[in-house]
């Protein structure tokens, strides 16, 4: 899987849930039902990379060999001396590109990982600073909810109420909240976040956003959960205290008092959210819940179609890159020539006609031969005319011969990646003269012209083959 593949694909598959997520949970719905989408939307983002994961732990079937044609070494030899075929390969980008992007990728998720712990270093400076709140306590909230154990809670200088902490759960309550009332509901809304799970469901929620970085519909969804969350927690708060008036009083005036303070990304629910637009929506979907009809019918039949559509699609986008997974060249150096090519060749000194099942390419004496690809070596040895051979099953099921090699490098059975070097070339075949590589594409029971496969690059500084 290369980068760019890994890019693209996420990009196209977040697109389409967040699409479909904002289909099914626009207003008016219940908050609980749409949070319940857009987090399936959010589990659903990372489900073709479970299956691809659980798909690479599956153990691989047991190739079968690469069928053995009479070699024509010597063929190929008069060939090559009368000057018949030139050469017909070029250097590949794809790596240098791949490894740009892979940088790009690993710089996004170390940069998103300094964020998280930066945030949490703001909190935890919070914390040193709050002070046991003396004059409110979670207890009778926590009771109605079925709570072990009411949180404590805590007095801060500025910012917004939050709860904080898994094993010792605190709510800390900015000191602009003057009015008991208000407080009292916060509290309650704190304590139906405990109730709901939203301490520990929450960070994995945002995990969209900091694995795929790159894709604004991750940000969407993100933003979106945090909205929902909240709004969800609203109304079952605004249910257990009786008064929505009540509860959209105090909502408006918390942000009244603390808005007007800097507010810092903490990694924590905070009870009035950063962006400005969502107080309005919240009050609207709060005093607005007789409207509201849930579309579960269509969201049942949204969430097979996901399910379904994650192993195909990543199963379809698979085949098309299936023909292209080659990432390296052959030959690294720029003196090899394509000796003999792919099919019937005729050979004037026998006056017969000869079937060549791959092309030879002329090198120097032990010059490297690299892998193309991410393969696994399925037989390593001697045959009496291609000499000492490499046989390559690559992971979409074509498979590869190196032949005519002074010295073999990698052992049976061994996974390597694109870029490895399977042995040195040489003229180790019987009644071969001259040091080339023999290379052969075989599939579906058929040999492939090397030359035809698209993306296979033999050397650098000719063309890409296909």
């Given amino acids: 899987m290369s980068a760019l593949w890994f890019i693209a694909f996420t990009l196209i598959w977040t697109g389409l849930l967040a699409g479909g997520a904002h289909y099914l949970s626009r207003e008016p719905v219940p908050a609980r039902f749409a949070h319940t989408i857009w987090r399936g939307a959010a589990i659903l983002a ?11 732990l599956i153990p691989s079937p047991i190739a079968t060999p690469i069928p053995d044609l009479p070699y024509i070494g ?24 791949g490894m740009i992007l892979l940088a790009i990728l690993a710089g996004g998720w170390l940069a998103r990982l300094g964020m ?56 800390y309550l900015p000191e602009a909240i003057s009015d008991q009332r208000d407080a009292d509901i916060i509290l309650a809304h704190e304590c139906t976040h405990i109730s709901r799970g939203d301490l520990v469901t929450r960070p994995f929620e945002r995990l969209v956003a900091d694995v795929f970085w790159f894709s604004p519909f991750a940000w969407v969804m993100r933003r979106q ?24 009083r105090a909502l408006a005036n918390t942000a009244r008092v603390t808005r007007p303070h800097p ?25 607005e819940r007789d409207a509201r009809k849930p579309r579960q019918r269509l969201a049942g039949l949204a969430l097979l179609a996901g399910l379904l559509l994650a192993p195909l699609s990543l199963a379809q986008a698979t085949s098309v890159v299936s023909g292209n997974v080659f990432t390296h060249a052959v030959f690294l150096e720029t003196h090899v020539k394509v000796s003999q090519p792919f099919g ?7 006056d017969k006609n000869w079937w060549h099942s791959g092309v030879d390419i002329k090198a120097k004496e032990y010059t490297p ?31 590869m011969r190196f032949s005519q090699m002074s010295k073999i490098l990698v052992e049976e059975g061994q996974k390597i990646k694109a870029g490895t070097v399977l042995g040195k070339v040489g003229k180790t075949g019987r009644g071969v003269r001259y040091p080339h590589l023999h290379l052969e594409v075989y599939k579906d029971g058929e040999h492939l012209d090397p030359l035809e496969v698209k993306g296979l690059v033999l050397y650098k500084g000719c063309c890409e083959a296909g």
């Fill in 46 to 56: 990372f489900l073709p990379w479970v299956i691809a994961g659980i798909y690479a």
């Fill in 369 to 399: 031969i690299h892998s193309p690809t991410d393969a696994k070596v399925i037989w390593t040895g001697k045959k009496d005319d291609y000499g000492y051979t490499v046989d390559l099953w690559l992971e979409d099921g074509r498979k």
């Fill in 225 to 248: 959960l945090d909205y929902w969350r909240e709004a969800a927690c609203d109304e079952q708060t605004a249910a257990l205290t009786g008064d929505n008036f009540a509860y959209a």
């Fill in 116 to 171: 998280n712990a930066l945030c949490q270093i703001r909190l935890q400076n919070i914390k040193k600073i709050a002070e046991p709140h003396a004059q409110v306590n979670s207890n009778t909230w926590a009771r109605k909810l079925g709570l072990k154990r009411a949180p404590a809670t805590a007095s801060i200088p500025h910012g917004s109420p939050f709860l904080a902490g898994i094993r010792e759960r605190t709510i």
């Fill in 74 to 97: 010597g063929a190929a030899e008069a060939l090559y001396a009368n000057g018949a075929v030139q050469a017909a390969t070029e250097s590949n980008a794809a790596p240098i590109i």
């Fill in 263 to 287: 507010m810092q990304t903490l990694p924590v629910a905070a009870f009035i959210l950063p962006r400005h637009e969502t107080l309005k929506k919240r009050l609207t979907q709060l005093l």
């Fill in 344 to 350: 019937k060749i005729y050979n004037e000194a026998g």
